[in-house]
């Protein structure tokens, strides 16, 4: 074995606790499966965005989602829309975990929340897990896994479902571009040049024939929209097994190859800027981790997507990831959080915005 093992929670940070007492009220009143023993919490220490906790209760384990605190970008870190997707999907996607309770009142949180089943698993971040030999075949078999799970989503019906009511695939590209744009507009720190530059390519794209044609062929899927190996959790004991995908903040109904680049975007690979590598993660420079361009071919083959326009989402990945980090960095910019991780990543999106423009061949 090699790596090391990491602690999944931490002690609540300072600033982020609640009161305990009236949660635990709060939760037996509603959740029937709790256990009788006194309620504990914990922080999961990853994730920059939502505040997630771990509840325990006797034999009980419970998840708890809510908002970051200070003020939040409109729209986002939406509590109900996140625990009604998690409802309407859980029953036809088991890697969905199952929502327990949704809290909408402000009074016991200061924001809404919702209280979802624990999954188990291992979670894949900046090392190599000691539970699995660091092998090749094994991070291969890692890759693959992450690939089928994509395309086992994409495959999820969803018309006649709830799930047809959460999404509005027509002009979803439309939406997306415009929308990350203007999100970038008001979380804007600095003046990056290569930003405009981006910005315009991808409106023109959107009515290029290729992007048009890769468009109108992706028929609209399930889209989680922030999928990647730190949001998944593997068997302990068969790195091939996928046990969850968490995250589902930003899912909706959409163009599948999204998905894709997203988790393209996330992925780093030898040749790559020490900072894209250390930034996100060296996990996947390791020996037996695909290529970017790999796991492009591996997804086409076992989806039968075409992929032929993937610059063009590609390119937008890495600027929504960007403007992801800008957004969190202007709340530390303008005082909204102490939190020291969250120092660096106004670098982190102009990086992301630059490689964004390399990829367009602006």
């Known amino acids: 074995m090699s790596g090391r093992s990491v602690k999944e929670t931490i002690a609540v940070r300072a600033g982020e606790a609640f009161d305990l007492a ?8 509603h959740i029937a499966e709790m256990g009788d023993g006194p309620l504990e919490v914990e922080q999961f220490a990853a994730g920059h965005s939502n505040l997630t906790y771990l509840l325990r209760a006797g034999d009980w384990e419970g998840v708890l989602r809510r908002p970051p605190l200070g003020p939040v970008a409109p729209k986002a870190h939406d509590m109900a829309r996140e625990a009604k997707f998690l409802q309407a999907l859980a029953p036809q996607f088991a890697l969905a975990p199952r929502p327990y309770l949704l809290a909408e009142e402000r009074d016991l949180l200061g924001a809404p929340f919702f209280v979802m089943e624990r999954k188990r698993g291992v979670v894949l971040d900046r090392t190599w897990p000691d539970v699995w030999a660091q092998t090749p075949a094994n991070a291969r078999k890692v890759a693959e896994a992450a690939i089928d799970t994509l ?64 468009t109108a062929a992706a028929q609209a899927t399930i889209v989680h929209n922030d999928f990647k190996l730190n949001n998944m959790l593997v068997a302990p004991d068969d790195p091939s097994r996928v046990t969850a995908v968490l995250d589902w903040e930003m899912a909706t109904l959409g163009d599948p190859l999204c998905d894709l680049a997203v988790m393209l975007s996330y992925w780093a690979q030898e040749g790559d800027s020490e900072l894209l590598q250390q930034g996100l993660s060296p996990l996947t420079r390791l020996p037996g981790f695909p290529t970017r361009d790999e796991l492009i071919e591996l997804y086409a083959t076992r989806s039968g997507r075409d992929v032929q326009a993937m610059d063009f989402y590609l390119a937008f990945a890495y600027f929504k990831v960007a403007v992801i980090c800008q957004q969190i960095y202007y709340r530390y910019h303008n005082g909204q959080t102490q939190d020291p991780r969250f120092a660096a990543m106004g670098n982190m999106a102009q990086h992301l915005i630059e490689l964004s423009a390399e990829v367009a061949g602006q």
């Not at 009236?22 to 009143?29: C, G, K, P, Q, T």
């Not at 530059?197 to 959107?206: D, I, K, M, P």
């Open 22 to 29: 009236r949660v635990e009220a709060y939760l037996r009143a």
């Open 151 to 214: 395309v086992a989503l994409h495959h999820v019906p969803f018309h006649g479902t709830e799930l047809a009511l959460l999404g509005r695939p027509e002009g979803y590209m439309e939406r997306q571009v415009h929308g990350w744009i203007e999100r970038y507009e008001r979380a804007k720190t600095a003046d990056v040049s290569a930003a405009a530059r981006v910005a315009t390519w991808l409106r023109e794209q959107l009515t290029s024939s290729a992007v048009q044609a890769s």
